[in-house]
């Protein structure tokens, strides 16, 4: 097969769109040093590069193009045995290769470094291939290709949209994983992968990469990853139900601990107010509202009843004129546990709270006053680090 011909079969359906309306074009990826060999890129494309990449450096970069033009790049690395010239295994929606621009999942490739391990350092790819690792694969690979050094084992796959991004990658890691013992490069199972095209030429090894052995065989991704993964489907759903429930546990934990936290600041709040109001002279006309608002907020953090009746009593004690016990106690409670308590805001209205006082008060203040004292700790809080 040429090299047009194994690109395309591995980006087959590279145009397939599902709605009528959908006019994006699908990208595919050439990585290589541009600068050893343009002259298919337009003359715009070409400033481009020159502007975005520093061809003095001799780096290699990628460039994403609409398939036509991708084919002809793979083509002509083969025609001219151009050095170190790769595809990318799957597509884009845009010209950046990245995994938020994935749109078509086309196949993995496993890439064996079997040469860096000395027992096999002595065998040809084909060899490698035929006597250890076709006998460990559970499946047979599409595509078996010498890559001038070492081996690919590609396997394609039916067509996959990029919302299987995840499950794909999941995969592809334990693919790679189960073949690490015949040197799988674990770096190389990437969703941009890309590897050799075939009729290249690998510079380090001063040889062509060639295909091994051909199947025409595709695979889905649940078929595969009813192989590879290590849970079924059921067992990962139980999982993440028993994750939401013990995620689920530590919210409620963390919002009773802060509702706490807040009651606490909120009853000195209370009782700073009470003071400040005694020593003016106010001695009604909040009284029953400031019970109410605590009653409220103890009774939604599940405090004990009889405690809530004694720390009524104990702040209605504190008032210049307190009210009568029965009267706090009857009138000053709710009628039942609401879904939410009066809000911060609310409550500074009921209770009329003004500048002044809340000038003495943390909790029971004003937005103003609140970034204000967030400031005020954040600037605290860097002279300590510092």
């Known amino acids: 097969m040429k090299a047009r011909e194994i690109v395309s079969y591995i980006h087959q359906n590279m145009q397939l769109t599902f709605r009528p309306e959908d006019t994006v074009e699908c990208h595919a990826s050439i990585l290589k040093e541009w600068s050893r060999n343009d002259a298919l890129l337009p003359t715009h494309e070409v400033d481009v590069l020159r502007l975005k990449y520093d061809d003095t450096m001799g780096g290699f970069h990628d460039l994403n193009f609409i398939e036509s033009r991708f084919l002809d790049y793979v083509e002509k690395a083969e025609q001219d045995e151009e050095e170190d010239v790769y595809f990318s295994l799957n597509s884009f929606w845009s010209v950046k290769r990245t995994e938020e621009d994935i749109r078509h999942l086309n196949a993995f490739a496993i890439d064996y470094d079997f040469y860096k391990i000395k027992k096999y350092a002595d065998l040809t790819p084909a060899e490698m291939y035929v006597q ?11 595509f078996v290709i010498d890559s001038g050094r070492g081996l690919y084992c590609v396997f394609c796959i039916e067509h996959t949209p990029y919302q299987c991004t995840d499950v794909y990658k999941a995969i592809y890691s334990y693919m790679v994983e189960s073949q690490k013992e015949f040197g799988a490069d674990a770096k190389a199972s990437l969703s941009t992968q890309v590897i050799r095209v075939p009729g290249s030429l690998n510079s380090r090894s001063g040889r062509i990469v060639k295909v091994i052995e051909h199947k025409d065989v595709r695979y889905t991704i649940p078929y595969l990853a009813s192989i590879f993964l290590p849970y079924t489907r059921s067992q990962v759903l139980e999982h993440k139900r028993k994750k939401l429930q013990s995620v ?106 003004t500048a002044e006082e809340q000038a003495h008060l943390s909790f029971l203040v004003g937005a103003q006053r609140s970034a204000s004292m967030r400031k005020k700790k954040s600037r605290k809080k860097g002279l300590v680090r510092v």
Do not use: M
């Open 248 to 353: 689920k546990k530590v919210k409620v934990a963390r919002k009773g601990n802060r509702l706490k936290s807040n009651l606490a600041t909120f009853e000195k709040d209370l009782i700073a107010l009470i003071q400040l109001r005694n020593e003016v002279g106010i001695q009604s006309g909040y009284r029953e509202t400031l019970l109410y608002l605590y009653w409220e907020r103890a009774q939604k953090i599940e405090i004990d009843e009889e405690a809530i009746r004694k720390k009524i009593l104990w702040l209605n004690s504190l008032f210049s004129v307190p009210l009568r016990q029965k009267e706090a106690l009857k009138r000053c409670r709710p009628a039942r546990v609401y879904q939410f308590v009066t809000s911060r805001s609310k409550a500074l209205q009921k209770l009329e709270i």
């Open 132 to 142: 250890h690792i076709q006998p460990s694969l559970p499946i047979e690979p599409t």
